[in-house]
């Protein structure tokens, strides 16, 4: 099946400081990638939908100039969180859906593995 | 508003047996899809079935299929013959168009803990 690779796995963060963490699919183009953040005990909340060569869509409630998301390339798209704080601390994860078949109702969307960010 | 309620936070099943796990949704839009995923305590999401809104026959995979009933706006995931390794988290997705964007999202319920008693 489609792969998608997120990295890092994990990472530790001083609070202040930015992260970037990198969604790439490896064997296939992606139109669209969606980034979720996940919190312990919870569900995925849809944080933006990233489409390649234009603005990302945030969700509502979500800062987009403290999540910067970048979407340069078919295969690759980025989540920088900046100025980190401890409340950002979570399990962040993206997925990819094939651009060959987009816009089919069926087409399942890949997910990487996720990103636990701690902010300390 | 919720737009997927799974209204069991937590079940469980005994080895080998069948179990169903709930999800309802709401939408308006005709064309939609609803998906079900499996996390393991390790986090990476797995996709298990897809249920599309014009799909005549409930979906099967394996030991998974899908109760549609599309009336009732309701996709229960029904896991077959139970095993150790299906206890996990399970979460009943959608897809649907944004009006205000024109590009689809998929969305999450809430989810439900499964756990397999031996």
Sequence with gaps: GAVVSQHPSWVICKSGTSVKIECRSLDFQATTMFWYRQFPKQSLMLMATSNEGSKATYEQGVEKDKFLINHASLTLSTLTVTSAHPEDSSFYICSARDRKIFGQMNTEAFFGQGTRLTVV | ?118
Aim: aromatic fraction near 12%; glycine fraction near 8%; proline fraction near 4%.
């Design chain 2, 1 to 118: 508003a919720q737009k997927i309620t799974q209204t069991q936070p937590g079940m469980f099943v005994q080895e080998k047996e069948a179990v169903t796990l709930d999800c309802t949704y709401d939408t308006s839009d005709p064309s939609y899809g609803l998906f079900w995923y499996k996390q393991p305590s390790s986090g990476e999401m797995i996709f298990l079935i897809y249920q599309g809104s014009y799909d005549q026959q409930n979906a099967t995979e394996g030991r998974y299929s899908l109760n549609f009933q599309k009336a009732r706006k309701s996709a229960n995931l029904v896991i077959s013959a139970s095993q150790l390794g299906d206890s996990a988290m399970y979460f009943c997705a959608m897809r649907e168009g944004d009006k205000k964007t024109s590009y689809d999202k998929v969305i999450f319920g809430p989810g439900t803990s499964l756990s397999v008693i031996p």
